[in-house]
């Protein structure tokens, strides 16, 4: 099934010349529109640094509990550190995983405003000696999937017509990308490793182990399994990538369900911009705005439904309320996974 989900070789990108430069473009073009999800090879991170980094993420979950606890993300107003299995909610429903999320290291803002400013601060760590090392793999590999990240926005940018650093610039001068390192058992019957979902932010690059459970949604609602392949990453657009292209590119459903009897181990980057930045659409061509306007798919792709609209009965997928910019998105796909934790660090902003 994997051969349902294609493969990028950016090889061109970095060694080609500018023939070869504008077919790869040209394919994202065509990728992100149609499909939303895609695999990348020869991004620029090694076979070694991502199998070290993986043995390191495995060795985290093998801490004693006590150990990782005492990091727990109910600790963290930024909602960053541990959690254990079945904490997070995907559609309100419980996803049966356990992992730790990291963002970029920065000060608390004191009395932040913007609100969602009090998104921005300090990440929680294993003690050195618990882990040695662990801190060290995980910054350096964020710096290296933050380094592709912006290597694909280039792509994407040339891909739509625009500038080569259009979206670049567009992040800001303080982008918000954070990495989640996940554990999956097997799912339960009926249950879901991380339920269908959209992903919230931009781009998303995931690295995953041997073992299979990644399923994206094709336009048929049949779904695809997302393979491991080994030296890759797999790339999907993200709603609010979807959204500043008009819907041209698309935000592809995905789940996770691990059958097997193995436990499933990946690593999730979520790679979006600065949270002041306005949520505008990109100047592209309107001969794209016009395919969306013919496709019934693309017209009527919505968001992610936040935490008040879920209460109010719309379901998981559509939200037609457009955030103007990308903190308002980051605080509620925040609020509508941990309600609990918002309502300790937050409660007068979840009246």
């Known amino acids: 099934m994997s051969r349902q989900i294609p493969i990028i070789d950016l090889k061109p990108w970095f060694d080609g010349n500018q023939g070869q430069r504008r077919e790869l473009c040209r394919r994202v073009n065509r990728i992100c529109h149609e499909i939303g999800f895609f695999y990348i090879v020869n991004h620029g991170i090694s076979t070694e640094q991502s199998e070290y980094y993986l043995a390191m993420l ?49 000060d608390i803002i004191e009395n932040p405003d913007p609100y969602y400013m009090a998104l921005v601060g300090p990440n929680q760590w294993p003690p050195e000696d618990a882990l040695p090392g662990f801190r060290a793999s995980v910054n350096d590999f964020f710096a290296g999937l933050s380094a592709v990240a912006r290597e694909l926005l280039r792509i994407m940018s040339l891909a739509l017509g625009l500038e080569q650093g259009h979206i670049e610039k567009v992040f800001g001068a303080n982008p918000s990308p954070y990495l989640k390192l996940i554990r999956y058992p097997r799912t339960l019957a009926g249950g879901q490793g991380v339920g269908i979902h959209k992903d919230s932010g931009f781009l998303t690059l995931l690295l995953q182990d041997e073992n299979p459970g990644l399923e994206a949604q094709a336009n048929d609602n049949t779904w695809h399994r997302v393979e491991p392949i080994a030296g ?56 794209y705005i016009e395919m969306v306007s013919r496709s019934e798919r693309h017209r009527g792709e919505g968001l992610m439904a936040s935490r008040s609209e879920m209460a109010a009965g719309t379901g998981g997928m559509g939200s037609r309320v457009r955030p103007l910019v990308f903190g308002e998105k980051y605080w509620q796909r925040w609020v509508r996974s941990y309600p609990e934790i918002a309502r300790k660090y937050y409660p007068d902003l979840m009246q």
Request: glycine share 4%; charged share 20%.
């Open 58 to 106: 495995r060795a985290f979950f093998e801490l004693p509990l006590a150990t990782r606890q005492a990091i727990d993300k109910h600790y963290s107003a930024q909602f960053r550190g541990w959690e254990q299995l079945g904490s997070e909610l995907t559609n309100n429903e419980v996803d049966y995983r356990e992992q730790i999320d990291i963002g970029v290291e920065r």
């Open 232 to 287: 890759s990453l797999v790339v999907n657009t993200g709603e609010l990538l979807q959204l500043i292209t008009h819907n041209y590119f698309i935000a592809t459903p995905h789940r996770v369900i691990n059958l097997s009897d193995c436990e499933r181990h990946s690593s999730a980057f979520f790679y979006s911009p600065d949270l002041n930045t306005p949520l505008e659409p990109l100047p592209i061509d309107s001969q």
